[in-house]
């Protein structure tokens, strides 16, 4: 089924209260997220080491992710995928109640956060590769590519809602309510995922031994390894915008957490229209190669930005606003498309072992990034190292996957279609 198709068809009532209760506990969620950008930034001795601290911060959370992600499906087979979800979401809640105290407690504040980043990054990867297909099964079945991306248009007006809503809290309560705040909207979704399971069960295979299955995935599945490629890739260049947005308007002079919190709106708005750029990216051509123009056009996107650096202060934050939601909109409709390139054809039974595989292996890329930009940020001028990236990703990373996307290509119109069997 299209997205276009998709848009026509009414989307099942579980679906809707199933993504309106994501937006509350999302939007939640955002508060803590900036906090822990703004606390790890003030917290560096000199403004020159903001960067590296924040990205340290950052890294420990996609370290206990990537380690987590390989024990998703055996815990799904164990608790099943929605209670696991369950199980997940609530120890973040309970994680914000703790955070709160420790907080209140005056405890040492790196160290702190590295330990809750590090539990987050262990609690939101146990349940991250069957997420999509959780997603999947309260949409009533059958497209992970229009599920997830309407997920997608959720969680962006999560996000837009919570960024804001944030960085005004961050400001005016300090971070001890935020953190309250963001526990008592995660409760509703916990509820609601042990009380209303979907209608569509939801499948995972069982794996004895999670990592090598999961290597073994990546070697024998081509549409699964070229899609870690750019994933990877993805993971390395771009995926770090976002975390590192803090660092960055510090830089430019721009320290107050409104700003930093209007900037993450700016990405979630992007966001929003996920699913239109899917389906537009989308229409016609291979889900990889439409990864591929994303990509691209998520550098454009970058560039505006180095341009901003270079404008005086103030009309630079205008030009990064939209730059930011160039960003959201393009760059976030990525993972719908690798979603659907890794899991072509594979059956349904063990898409979750392939999205496991994905994931493991941008979650390993995801850390190295991050620390990546933060040395890259505190060491080169601003609008070098956007310049730099962007050229990358809209000239050189293309060209080094012209091959799979030819290949792809071939096939999609090689297979036979549905009218003709």
């Given at each position: 089924m299209t997205l276009e198709a998709n848009r026509r068809t009414k989307l099942p009532r579980r679906f809707v209260v199933f993504l309106t209760l994501t937006?509350?506990?999302v939007a939640g969620g955002m508060g803590p997220y900036l906090a822990y950008a703004v606390l790890a930034t003030n917290s560096a001795s000199t403004p020159e080491d903001a960067g590296r601290v924040t990205s340290w911060v950052f890294a420990i959370y996609l370290?206990?992710?990537?380690?987590?992600?390989?024990?998703?499906?055996w815990a799904a087979q164990k608790l099943g995928a929605i209670r696991l979800a369950a199980a997940s979401f609530f120890g973040?809640?309970?994680?914000?109640?703790?955070?709160t105290a420790l907080l209140f407690a005056e405890a040492p504040l790196v160290p702190m956060l590295l330990a809750v980043s590090l539990t987050s990054g262990l609690l939101v990867g146990s349940r991250q590769s069957t997420v999509p297909l959780v997603q999947e099964a309260y949409s009533g079945g059958g497209d992970i590519?229009?599920?997830?991306?309407?997920?997608?248009?959720?969680?962006?007006?999560?996000y837009a809602i919570g960024a804001l809503g944030a960085g005004v809290l961050l400001a005016q309560v300090g971070p001890e309510a935020v953190f309250l705040i963001a526990a008592v909207l995660g409760l509703p979704l916990v509820i609601f995922l042990?009380?209303?399971?979907?209608k569509t069960a939801v499948k995972v295979a069982s794996m004895a031994k999670p990592w090598r299955s999961m290597l073994y995935e990546i070697r024998t599945r081509q549409n699964l390894r070229w899609a870690v490629w750019l994933g990877v890739a993805a993971a390395l260049l771009m995926s770090p915008m976002v975390d590192m947005i803090v660092p960055v308007l510090n830089k430019l002079g721009h320290s107050e957490g409104e700003k930093a919190g209007?900037?993450?709106?700016?990405?979630?708005l992007g966001e929003i229209v996920t699913p239109n750029v899917v389906n537009r990216l989308g229409k016609g051509r291979h889900s990889f190669v439409a990864g591929v123009r994303a990509v691209q056009l998520t550098g454009?996107?970058?560039?505006?930005?180095?341009?901003?650096?270079?404008l005086p202060y103030g009309p630079d934050l205008v030009l990064l606003s939209i730059g930011a939601m160039l960003f959201g909109a393009i760059f976030y409709s990525l993972a719908s498309f690798l979603y659907e390139t890794s899991t072509h054809n594979v059956?349904?039974?063990?898409?979750?072992?392939?999205?496991s595989a994905f994931m493991l292996a941008i979650g390993i890329a995801a850390p190295i990034g991050t620390l990546l930009w933060g040395h890259l940020l505190d060491s080169v001028a601003t609008e070098v190292f956007f310049v730099a990236i962007a050229a990358v990703v809209i000239l050189i990373l293309p060209a080094l996957m012209l091959r799979p996307m030819r290949t792809m290509e071939t096939a999609a119109k090689d297979a036979p279609q549905l009218d003709e069997i």
């Open positions: 937006v509350v506990s370290v206990g992710l990537s380690f987590a992600t390989p024990y998703g499906p973040e809640v309970l994680l914000s109640l703790a955070t590519e229009s599920a997830s991306a309407q997920s997608r248009r959720a969680r962006g007006v999560a042990l009380r209303c399971p979907p209007l900037l993450l709106m700016f990405f979630a454009v996107a970058i560039l505006i930005m180095a341009v901003a650096v270079r059956p349904e039974g063990e898409q979750n072992e392939v999205l």
